[in-house]
């Protein structure tokens, strides 16, 4: 095997100007990279989040039944939660596995008799089940048709594991049947 002078100088060329390259990298110049901004912050209905439901009274066929507590949160405004025996000490109660920001609700009528719809309540939030914060209160509401969506907003900054519908009243009075087709909670964008 032969080998050829011009071979090796063409060699020796070659990795001399690769050495020069890699002494001319300057590895300590900083890097600026354009990052873009954050997504905006999107309205979120975060009800399905949920990993458990309590209800103070329940329906007599229990919570999957069907006009059971489950239906409440369900997303299907032609199915309806029923109980039979309204106290005004009655409360519904969303527990979520890490806290929550909400600061609106919806709540959605059922199919008949409004005299069993929510007439007073409050919205209250909590982390230790506890201490309870009012986030929202309403009075003297009242539905104007079946099956209609009313949405509430408030102002709240803070997150909560717990939220919690304690219905004092209801349209035809303090006792008898209470019904409603659906409750959502819902995060707005911070303002």
């Given at each position: 095997m032969?080998?050829?002078?011009?071979?090796n100088?063409?060699?020796?060329?070659?990795?001399?100007?690769?050495?020069a390259v890699l002494?001319g990298?300057?590895?300590?110049k900083e890097?600026?990279?354009e990052?873009l901004?954050?997504?905006?912050e999107?309205?979120?209905d975060v009800?399905?989040g949920?990993i458990?439901?309590?209800?103070?009274?329940e329906?007599?066929?229990?919570p999957?039944?069907?006009e059971?507590s489950?239906?409440l949160?369900?997303?299907d405004l032609?199915?309806?939660?029923l109980?039979?025996s309204f106290?005004?000490t009655?409360y519904?109660q969303?527990e979520?596995?890490?806290?929550e920001?909400?600061?609106?609700?919806t709540?959605?009528?059922a199919n008949?008799a409004d005299?069993?719809d929510?007439?007073n309540?409050?919205?209250?939030g909590s982390?230790?089940l506890?201490?309870?914060?009012e986030?929202?209160?309403?009075?003297?509401q009242?539905f104007?048709?079946?099956k209609?969506?009313?949405?509430?907003?408030?102002?709240?900054a803070?997150?909560?594991k717990?939220?919690?519908l304690a219905?004092?009243a209801?349209?035809?009075?303090?006792?008898?049947?209470f019904?409603?087709a659906?409750?959502?909670?819902?995060?707005?964008?911070?303002?």
């Amino acid at each position: 095997m032969k080998i050829y002078k011009l071979t090796n100088i063409k060699a020796l060329v070659i990795l001399a100007l690769i050495m020069a390259v890699l002494a001319g990298c300057d590895k300590k110049k900083e890097r600026i990279y354009e990052l873009l901004p954050p997504d905006p912050e999107v309205e979120m209905d975060v009800t399905d989040g949920n990993i458990g439901m309590t209800v103070s009274i329940e329906n007599t066929g229990g919570p999957n039944a069907g006009e059971g507590s489950r239906k409440l949160i369900d997303n299907d405004l032609s199915s309806k939660f029923l109980i039979f025996s309204f106290e005004p000490t009655f409360y519904i109660q969303l527990e979520f596995d890490a806290p929550e920001r909400v600061d609106a609700y919806t709540f959605t009528s059922a199919n008949d008799a409004d005299g069993r719809d929510p007439k007073n309540w409050k919205i209250l939030g909590s982390n230790d089940l506890t201490e309870w914060k009012e986030l929202d209160s309403k009075t003297d509401q009242a539905f104007t048709e079946r099956k209609q969506t009313i949405r509430f907003e408030y102002t709240n900054a803070d997150s909560y594991k717990y939220y919690r519908l304690a219905i004092s009243a209801l349209k035809g009075g303090t006792s008898g049947l209470f019904q409603m087709a659906e409750w959502r909670l819902i995060k707005r964008p911070k303002q």
